[in-house]
């Protein structure tokens, strides 16, 4: 019988794999990685016409004109009640606001990304994933260095289809009310919201009971988008104005 000299190394051993990427690393890693891509955009002034639009319609409503029936634009009202806020932090006076709430969406479509992905994908799969949203956000050349319903929109829709992936009825609700807001803020994604089939339908137990508690959460969204316009004296000119015009764009 022949043996190995000792100290002979063998051919056939497997080269280990190295450790899986600490999540919480890869997520600190991404929140800096869109910083450092939107840097240069924290210095860019106001000159977007959408912006100038948002932030004058805002100003309007802070002195009591209401929206649409007064200062009108044929956007829905989430982008607008954001630039009010953003009024109340000093936006008007520091544009960089503006542009810090932009990079904030950004980072959290990013990072949720990173979240989905994880229920099909390896740590350094949805890192690559959630790496490249957050840059392709960013590029100047598909204006991703300006603030617009679409980014602001998108954290929205990524949490809500994080949370529908749960089995627990309470994040479930949550998740349909956060898809309101999304549709609020964009109208188009009600057609991404099939994406939320998925999850809601992937899980066997419960099922439609899922997909109604789903579609409950969204419907008290618009509810509230409802009242909160009604209470501004704007519901009746977005029924009849804003909301068809919404309905031709889809």
């Known amino acids: 019988m022949q043996t190995r000299p000792a100290g002979a190394k063998t051919l056939l051993t497997p080269a280990r794999l190295p450790d ?4 919480a690393h890869l997520r600190l890693g991404l929140m800096l990685l869109v910083f450092l891509v939107r840097l240069p955009s924290q210095f860019e002034p106001a000159w977007y016409s959408d912006e100038g639009f948002f932030t004058t319609i805002a100003w309007a ?6 929206l649409y029936a007064g200062a009108f634009d044929n956007s829905p009202p989430v982008i ?3 630039f009010r806020l953003a009024q109340t932090m000093g936006s008007p006076e520091h544009h960089a606001i503006v542009q810090v709430l932009a990079t904030v969406a950004a980072a959290g479509a990013a990072a949720l990304t990173f979240e989905v992905s994880r229920r099909f994908l390896r740590p350094w799969s949805s890192a690559l994933a959630a790496a490249l949203t957050g840059i392709t956000l960013s590029l100047p050349v598909l204006d991703g260095d300006l603030i617009n319903v679409e980014l602001v929109a998108l954290p929205f829709f990524l949490a809500a289809l994080l949370l529908a ?4 009825d309470a994040a479930v609700l949550a998740s349909g ?3 309101g807001v999304a549709i609020a803020t964009r109208p188009s ?3 991404d919201a099939c994406a939320l089939a998925i999850p809601l339908l992937g899980i ?3 099922r439609l009971r899922r997909v109604w508690v789903a579609v409950g959460g ?8 409802a009242a909160a316009l009604a209470a501004q004296g704007s519901l009746s000119a977005y029924l009849a104005i804003v909301l068809p015009a919404d309905r031709a764009y889809l």
């Open 204 to 206: 066997p137990e419960r």
């Open 80 to 82: 607008y009640w954001l």
């Open 20 to 23: 899986p990427p600490n999540p």
């Open 189 to 191: 994604f009600v057609l």
């Open 177 to 179: 009310v956060l898809l």
């Open 218 to 225: 969204a419907l008290l969204t618009a509810a509230a988008v």
């Open 61 to 66: 409503m802070s002195h009591g004109v209401p």
């Open 165 to 168: 992936f749960s089995r627990r």
